[in-house]
């Protein structure tokens, strides 16, 4: 089949249009929104709360290693290989303080956009099942699954995401199941993609998310 004639990818066709084309650049952003949202609002709640909580027990070690080697590595004094190397030897106690989770949200993204995808995974994977509040695990288990899909694991960036659905408390939930529906087309399964699609339009249809998600329904049907 020539190249003219070959159907275009979604990614194509949602390109061609300007809103279109905002919706495919807007889910590069998800990373930088996590960290925001989570850095600015929910993180700030959290170390409140930490204050009268036991997580107080930490806010040493955390700011050694915060002020330590976590500001060399934004310096480039200390490389994205040994930074992922002296958070995994901290205390599991320590990695999985509340307050050290902003911490961990910002050193992800950092080494996201160094290309370090590898270390930004060895970092988040340590925290990621271990949080039992659900914001703070949604929020990590959100960028996991961004950085899993940039190592071209997509069952793992479906598993993180799959695991939020899980939880009591679902945070962003017609983004999660976008997202889901976008990693299904990813892997060619269509009938779990249009479920989390169909559930998004009928579960919110007030959300920003339905849109795109009819712009994927819309494709499906073609």
Do not use: C
């Not at 190397?85 to 949200?105: N, R």
């Not at 959300?207 to 009819?214: C, H, I, L, M, T």
């Amino acid at each position: 089949m020539s190249e003219a004639t070959q159907t275009p990818s979604l990614e194509q066709t949602l390109n061609k249009t300007d809103f279109g084309h905002t919706i495919y650049e807007y889910r590069k952003m998800l990373m930088a929104l996590i960290v925001v949202l989570f850095v600015g609002v929910v993180g700030w709640f959290l170390w409140k709360n930490s204050q009268e909580s036991a997580a107080l027990n930490h806010s040493e070690e955390v700011y050694g290693f915060q002020s330590g080697v976590w500001t060399e590595a934004k310096e480039g004094k200390v490389a994205p290989a040994d930074l992922a190397k002296a958070f995994a030897g901290l205390p599991e106690k320590i990695q999985t303080a509340p307050i050290m989770v902003p911490v961990v949200l910002e050193m992800s993204k950092f080494l996201y956009d160094k290309n370090s995808f590898e270390e930004a995974e060895m970092i988040l994977s340590k925290v990621d099942g271990s949080l039992k509040h659900p914001v703070t695990a949604s929020f990590v288990a959100m960028q996991r699954a961004v950085v899993l899909e940039k190592l071209g694991n997509v069952d793992g960036a479906i598993a993180s995401l799959e695991g939020i659905n899980k939880q009591k408390e679902v945070l962003l939930p017609a983004k999660i199941s976008v997202e889901l529906g976008r990693l299904y087309l990813k892997k060619g399964e269509k009938g779990k993609a249009q479920t989390q699609f169909e559930n998004v339009v009928n579960t919110y249809p007030n959300d920003d998310q339905a849109r795109v998600a009819k712009l994927y329904l819309a494709q499906l049907a073609q």
